[in-house]
């Protein structure tokens, strides 16, 4: 059964920081396309960032750029989101996809950051 499952989010105050950690079950995070993704109360999904197979890396949100960063352990089988510098406006539910073909998709674990 192809799963992901998402931990480390919290409430953290601004400034602060934070690892998501995305395990995965029934395929190998090498091999596909593995996101992060966002979505903010009230808003649409937002991918945040992606890494490849070959690990390279791609962002997709100017806001994260020098603050955020996603690696693999792919002996775990477990994608990370690192996350310093937080604001307010990262406050969201952060969920891991990939582009395997029955694309996964977890629950999420929430952010939040406030003062």
């Known amino acids: 059964q192809v799963q992901l499952v998402e931990s480390g989010g919290g409430s953290v105050q601004p400034g602060g920081s934070l690892r998501l950690s995305c395990e995965a079950s029934?395929?190998?995070?090498?091999?596909?396309?593995m996101y992060w993704v966002r979505q903010a109360p009230g808003k649409g999904l937002e991918r945040v960032l992606g890494i490849s197979s070959g690990g390279i890396t791609a962002n997709y949100l100017d806001s994260v750029e020098g603050r955020f960063t996603i690696s693999r352990d792919d002996a775990k089988n477990t994608l990370y989101l690192q996350m310093n510098a937080l604001k307010p406006e990262d406050t969201a539910l952060y969920f891991c996809?990939?582009?395997?073909?029955?694309?996964?998709r977890g629950r999420g674990t929430q952010v939040t950051v406030s003062s």
């Open positions: 029934g395929f190998s995070v090498s091999a596909y396309w």
């Open positions: 996809t990939s582009d395997h073909p029955a694309g996964p």
